[in-house]
């Protein structure tokens, strides 16, 4: 299992997570960073109430260098979801703030 490489800019909300991709070689990775951790690592967001899609799409272009390499650190120890078509999700205890 190689290094999980991020190529291209493939992003989508869908009111749980931020979904991206990741790829071993030429195997794409399924990768997402919830809500949750959006809300606490981005100051800007509030951490109640609904937000608008676009808020959290704002978050994530805005944290992606971090959620890329705690996905990618998260990859490369194994550390794939049980259940779902995301295979690797940043959560908020993943993340070192």
């Known amino acids: 299992m ?8 493939f ?9 991206f991709h990741g790829f071993d070689g030429n195997d794409e990775v ?3 960073v919830t809500t949750f951790a959006l809300k606490h ?9 609904l937000l608008p899609a676009d808020a959290f799409m704002a978050a994530y272009d ?9 996905a990618a650190e998260k990859y490369a120890t194994r550390r794939f979801e049980r259940s779902g078509d ?4 940043v959560h908020d205890h993943d993340w070192k703030a």
Do not use: Q
Request: charged letters at 35%; aromatic letters at 4%; hydrophobic letters at 40%.
């Open 2 to 9: 190689s290094r999980l490489a991020f190529r291209d800019d």
């Open 11 to 19: 992003k989508h909300f869908d009111g749980h997570c931020v979904r």
């Open 86 to 89: 995301v295979r690797v999700m």
């Open 41 to 49: 690592h981005m100051e800007e967001l509030p951490e109640d109430g």
């Open 62 to 70: 805005r944290l992606m260098p971090a959620i890329r390499e705690v």
């Open 30 to 32: 399924l990768c997402g």
